[in-house]
């Protein structure tokens, strides 16, 4: 048995089973980017690296919306051409993405990090409710759009800020009515998300 073999393997076997860990990368997939990458030119190989290590390194949160971001407070909470009346809340940074995409949204944002979920154990303190609250305090604010995906948890989750929002004396509305229930916000086009946000509804 050729000695030099065995750690060459175990490199191959390691980088397989990190892809594999990555969501929608399944092992036939974890194989194929991993024999990709070994042929690849070293530069390729070497800048992939760096581009994953960065985004543990320089990447944080908003300290305003807790939008993922380099700079802190993010480009959307500085801009002076966002509407800083509106604040759509949303569950994931990502969802900010498919909401910008769409062009026409032009207020803030406010990201949870996550959705109420008793089953899971997931209560309001363990999302960024509180900074919500906190924002809405300010007094500048006078529609909150609650983006929260249209599934079980989002739906609980607009409730429960709903009832705590709405006595504030600020417009609450619901953005994912009319998207289809149980989908997620990051994977809805933009005609849908467009009309979702247009004909968003009074909750
Ligand atoms: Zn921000």
Known sequence: ??????????????????????????????????YYLLRAPDEQTRLLAEAILSI??????????????????????????RDRTQICVVEQPQDILALEHTGIYKGLYHVLHGAISPT???????VRIKELT???????????????????????????????IAPLGIRVTRLARGLPFG????????????RAIEGRQEF
């Open 183 to 194: 989908t997620e916000l990051e994977y809805a086009d933009d005609t849908t998300l467009t």
């Open 56 to 81: 543990k390194q320089k990447i944080s949160l908003c300290s305003t919306c807790f939008n993922v971001t380099d700079a802190d407070p993010c480009l959307i909470c500085r801009s002076d051409r």
């Open 1 to 34: 048995m050729n000695q030099d073999h065995v750690p060459a393997a175990n490199a191959i076997d390691n980088l397989i089973q990190e892809l594999n860990k990555l969501p929608g990368i399944g092992p036939k997939s974890a194989q194929r980017l991993t």
């Open 120 to 126: 899971e154990g997931v209560g309001a303190n363990d």
């Open 134 to 164: 906190n924002r809405l305090q300010e007094g500048t604010v006078n529609e909150v759009i609650l983006g929260t995906n249209p599934n079980l948890e989002g739906e609980q989750t607009a409730m429960y800020l709903n009832h705590l």
